[in-house]
């Protein structure tokens, strides 16, 4: 119902991308989930291969000079094999290559972000550290001065793709002394001498995507793997929040969608008291929501890539993104759980890929930035909007019977 969204090319890498997830095997699904594959790189070889990974860069790098509708409904669709998939096909291709497009050099771009998309090599973004993972500024990673080189040492977590990354996108403390915002920089890491990496979180859900904790010890860094400016880190991270969250959501959308038809399909076929189930209001009511808020995701989701292809002010583009990233993980997960709930027991199994589902969502309303933080964003923006910009030119607060009444507008 969204395709009158999509451009012709748009519906057409769209397309290449469902043949894609049609050829996945499934046994790499289940052994993904058991940790068997530890990082999917033959699923990302073949995405390369087929040039799916990051469609919205320029052509010239390996992309396909598309856009961010036509890149969020390729998340939605490679999302629906489950939410690590997406993962995995997004930290690379759409985190780090976003931050080298848009910062890096010609040298960069063409070193790391064209064999990256190509499916030759693979990457990982570290910001998380043991110690905080909201608070940016709150890195205690250092990369020390020597001249022509850094020497990076410190360690980061929950690091996705960690176990198969052959480099890191890190951000590292460079300046001490400086304040938070000119404190940091944003360094390309190859793995090598000094870097190692540990594989040993027991997940909940979004298994066999590699992630772990990477370590570094005296690691050398050529200043010419600086992305962007020495102590600039924080206009990378900017703008690395708009990959970061909006694909969040449209993974997260994909990665729903199984739930709900595997939930319909079951209403639809199971019988109890001589009828089948969907023919009961509280069962069809929640599917009858859980596509609702499927809906209503995937309209949130195109309106904000679109306001984001479109230029529209940064400032807003930060509320929206905000907002689309809270309103579908928890809307995603909600219908993930009615899907769940209208199955019954045999839902709570792994005879049905839906609790698995309910696994992985739950994540996503953690990470890229937890949704307390997405509105403490939407609360901050949204008040110096209002204060800033008329919202009307009318005040409506007049349109009451006793709008004039006096001694009761109180305000302190």
Same mark, same amino acid.
């Given at each position: 119902?969204?395709?009158?969204?999509?451009?012709?090319?748009?519906?057409?890498?769209?397309?290449?991308?469902?043949?894609?997830?049609?050829?996945?095997?499934?046994?790499?699904?289940?052994?993904? #989930?058991?940790?068997?594959?530890?990082?999917?790189?033959?699923?990302?070889?073949?995405? +390369?291969?087929?040039?799916?990974? *990051?469609?919205?860069?320029?052509?010239?790098?390996?992309?396909?000079?598309?856009?961010?509708?036509?890149?969020?409904?390729?998340?939605?669709?490679? *999302?629906?094999? +489950?939410?690590?998939?997406?993962?995995?096909?997004?930290? *690379?291709?759409?985190?780090?290559?976003?931050?080298?497009?848009?910062?890096?050099?010609?040298?960069?771009?063409?070193?790391?972000?064209?064999?990256?998309?190509?499916?030759?090599?693979?990457?990982?973004?570290?910001?998380?550290?043991?110690?905080?993972?909201?608070?940016?500024?709150?890195?205690?990673?250092?990369?020390?001065?020597?001249? #022509?080189?850094?020497?990076?040492? *410190?360690?980061?977590?929950?690091?996705?793709?960690? !176990?198969?990354? #052959?480099?890191?996108?890190?951000?590292?403390?460079?300046?001490?002394?400086? !304040?938070?915002? %000119?404190?940091?920089?944003?360094?390309?890491?190859?793995?090598?001498?000094?870097?190692? $990496?540990?594989?040993?979180?027991?997940?909940?859900?979004?298994?066999? +995507?590699?992630?772990?904790?990477?370590?570094?010890?005296?690691?050398?860094?050529?200043?010419?793997?600086?992305?962007?400016?020495?102590? +600039?880190?924080?206009?990378?991270?900017?703008?690395?929040?708009?990959? !970061?969250?909006?694909?969040?959501?449209?993974?997260?959308?994909?990665?729903?969608?199984?739930?709900?038809?595997?939930?319909?399909?079951?209403?639809?076929?199971?019988?109890?008291?001589?009828?089948?189930?969907?023919?009961?209001?509280?069962?069809?009511?929640?599917?009858?929501?859980?596509? $609702?808020?499927?809906?209503?995701?995937?309209?949130?989701?195109?309106?904000?890539?679109?306001?984001?292809?479109?230029?529209?002010?940064? $400032?807003?583009?930060?509320?929206?993104?905000?907002?689309? %990233?809270?309103?579908? $993980?928890?809307?995603?997960? %909600?219908?993930?759980?009615?899907?769940?709930?209208?199955?019954?027991?045999?839902?709570?199994?792994?005879?049905?890929?839906?609790?698995?589902?309910?696994?992985?969502?739950?994540?996503?309303?953690?990470?890229?930035?937890?949704?307390?933080?997405?509105?403490?964003?939407?609360?901050?923006?949204?008040?110096?909007?209002? @204060? @800033?910009?008329?919202?009307? @030119?009318?005040?409506?607060?007049?349109?009451?019977?006793?709008?004039?009444?006096?001694? !009761?507008?109180?305000?302190?």
């Amino acid at each position: 119902m969204f395709d009158h969204l999509l451009s012709e090319e748009g519906r057409k890498i769209r397309d290449e991308a469902r043949q894609f997830v049609a050829s996945v095997p499934r046994q790499m699904i289940l052994d993904m #989930d058991e940790d068997k594959i530890r990082f999917p790189k033959d699923f990302l070889r073949e995405a +390369g291969r087929r040039n799916l990974l *990051g469609c919205r860069y320029p052509a010239r790098w390996g992309g396909r000079d598309l856009d961010w509708v036509t890149t969020c409904a390729v998340m939605d669709e490679i *999302g629906t094999l +489950g939410y690590i998939f997406s993962c995995t096909f997004g930290v *690379g291709a759409e985190l780090v290559c976003d931050a080298i497009i848009l910062h890096g050099t010609d040298g960069q771009k063409a070193r790391y972000v064209t064999p990256l998309l190509r499916g030759d090599i693979f990457a990982a973004e570290c910001l998380t550290e043991p110690r905080g993972g909201s608070d940016f500024f709150g890195a205690t990673t250092t990369a020390e001065d020597r001249g #022509d080189h850094f020497v990076l040492n *410190g360690q980061k977590r929950f690091i996705v793709g960690a !176990e198969g990354a #052959d480099f890191f996108l890190v951000y590292a403390r460079t300046d001490p002394h400086a !304040e938070p915002h %000119k404190s940091l920089s944003c360094l390309i890491v190859d793995r090598g001498p000094g870097v190692s $990496t540990t594989y040993h979180y027991g997940l909940m859900g979004c298994r066999g +995507g590699g992630t772990g904790r990477v370590l570094f010890k005296d690691v050398v860094v050529p200043k010419a793997n600086v992305v962007g400016e020495v102590n +600039g880190a924080y206009a990378v991270f900017n703008s690395m929040m708009i990959p !970061e969250r909006l694909g969040t959501a449209a993974m997260t959308l994909g990665a729903a969608r199984p739930a709900v038809e595997v939930a319909t399909s079951y209403t639809s076929r199971r019988k109890a008291f001589g009828r089948t189930i969907r023919s009961f209001q509280g069962v069809s009511f929640q599917v009858a929501e859980a596509v $609702t808020l499927l809906d209503a995701s995937r309209s949130l989701i195109y309106a904000t890539a679109s306001a984001v292809d479109a230029g529209v002010d940064a $400032t807003r583009i930060r509320r929206m993104v905000s907002e689309t %990233k809270r309103f579908v $993980t928890e809307s995603c997960q %909600k219908a993930a759980a009615n899907s769940l709930q209208v199955m019954g027991g045999i839902g709570y199994t792994n005879v049905y890929p839906v609790e698995r589902i309910v696994r992985d969502l739950h994540v996503a309303s953690i990470w890229t930035g937890s949704n307390e933080i997405m509105s403490a964003i939407v609360a901050s923006e949204w008040y110096d909007e209002h @204060s @800033s910009v008329p919202g009307s @030119s009318r005040d409506y607060e007049q349109d009451a019977v006793a709008a004039d009444a006096p001694d !009761e507008k109180i305000y302190e």
